[in-house]
């Protein structure tokens, strides 16, 4: 090894300088609160995932610490050896229970979830259709698989029925979208697909990772918001967003789970979550149903800063969620405007290409239960300065 073979790395380095995308990471000092200390700055908090505050809940604190005194840090096994505990498994019946379905299966993360379901359910000979959209796991899952692959225009159903008729002479079809995608804040539209998914006999998957807590009765996400219990055969999401937790899930039948059991990679060789994580999950559905006004309060929120952010003349492009993506265009204006807002002490996350492409790059802020309007308020007096100083409104 020399130190002349890592020199690519400055090259990059350099070209994501030149660019205006170079980033460090920022480090949040003490909690993750609607208000927080990120850099040593104290910021309203439009970054995190924390849609109902149960990364800091009491009760979820309790039920980690509990279950540390009780069973220890660690699982020490792979889920297929020694390491599913008796914990594990309880937050599997609850989380099906949840989610109504038979069954349920608890990975490390929403990424090792997709992972593990595609790569369980996808075969040489099989066909993947997908979003152009999905996210990072999704495609990556497809990746790792010997499927054929299709890519379908954005929620464009004409053009995944057009692309469901191409592909009619496989046996085995998968059709699989982002319940709500996290760059731009949209809704698929799931009862459109299902019909399609039903009448060409192909498998449907839906990932709910920012639905999960968010949408349907007490945050059963957009399965149950649309009413299509019975009618996705997989529904993949995380326990790491509105959950407040760690980890994700692929929630359908028995028999789905079994299969998983037996072929999903992350189950087979990675070791299973700390007893803590399950109990926090558990204690985080109990929340969902006996506080459901935090759910509440979050689309209150939602919809005072959502509708700011439009009287300002800002483009808030297609969300009808806690997601608002403000498009600004090129990255480098995405990158000052993030910038800006941090100093005047709002942090929301620049996101450029390749993430999005690069004439959409945003600004991406997500509200959450715990803000208060007096904290919604001085973020959008933030947008209206910056966004007049840098001329995009
Ligand atoms: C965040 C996210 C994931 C990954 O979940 P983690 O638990 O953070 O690994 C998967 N899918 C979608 C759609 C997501 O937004």
């Not at 020694?82 to 019946?93: D, F, P």
């Not at 993947?128 to 796991?137: G, K, Q, R």
């Not at 219990?229 to 407040?244: E, F, M, P, W």
């Not at 060789?269 to 506080?291: K, M, R």
Request: aromatic letters at 6%; one cysteine or more.
């Amino acid at each position: 090894m020399t130190a002349r073979a890592l020199d690519f790395i400055d090259d990059v380095l350099d070209s994501l300088k030149e660019k205006g995308l170079y980033r460090r990471l920022r480090v949040l000092e003490g909690e993750q609160l609607p208000t927080a200390r990120f850099d040593g700055r104290t910021v309203v908090n439009l970054s995190s995932n924390n849609y109902l505050g149960l990364a800091t809940h009491p009760r979820l604190r309790e039920a980690a610490i509990k279950a540390t005194l009780d069973l220890g840090v660690g699982s020490a096994s792979v889920r297929t050896i020694a390491g599913t505990m008796s914990i594990h498994e309880e937050l599997e019946r609850r989380l099906a229970e949840f989610k109504r379905t038979e069954s349920s299966l608890v990975f490390q993360s929403g990424f090792a979830a997709n992972l593990g379901v595609l790569g369980s359910v996808l075969e040489a000979d099989d066909v993947v259709i997908s979003d152009e959209l999905n996210h990072a796991s999704i495609i990556d899952g497809i990746r790792l698989t010997k499927a054929d692959r299709r890519i379908y225009a954005h929620r464009d159903v004409g053009d995944l029925k057009r692309a469901l008729e191409e592909c009619k002479e496989y046996k085995k079809k998968l059709v699989v979208t982002d319940g709500v995608f996290s760059m731009d804040g949209d809704i698929a539209p799931l009862p459109e697909i299902a019909d399609l998914a039903d009448h060409y006999g192909a498998i449907m998957m839906v990932d709910d990772a920012h639905a999960s807590g968010v949408f349907g009765q007490n945050g059963r996400g957009t399965i149950d918001h649309f009413g299509l219990h019975g009618r996705v055969d997989i529904q993949v999401g995380t326990l790491s967003k509105a959950i407040g937790a760690m980890g994700g899930y692929v929630a359908g039948s028995e028999r789905l789970r079994d299969l998983m059991i037996h072929r999903a990679r992350p189950l087979l060789f990675s070791t299973s979550h700390p007893p803590s994580v399950a109990a926090s999950v558990i204690a985080a559905l109990d929340v969902l149903v006996a506080e459901p006004e935090r759910i509440q309060r979050l689309w209150d929120n939602t919809s005072y800063f959502k509708s700011g952010l439009r009287r300002l003349g800002f483009d808030t492009g297609r969300s009808e969620t806690p997601i608002t993506p403000v498009i600004v265009g090129k990255g480098a204006l995405a990158m000052k405007l993030s910038d800006r807002l941090f100093e005047e002490g709002v942090f929301a996350q620049g996101i450029g290409y390749p993430t999005v492409p690069e004439d959409k790059s945003r600004v991406r802020t997500i509200v959450t239960a715990g803000h208060t309007k007096d904290e919604l308020d001085k973020a959008l007096d933030a947008f209206e300065k910056v966004g007049r100083e840098l001329a995009i409104v």
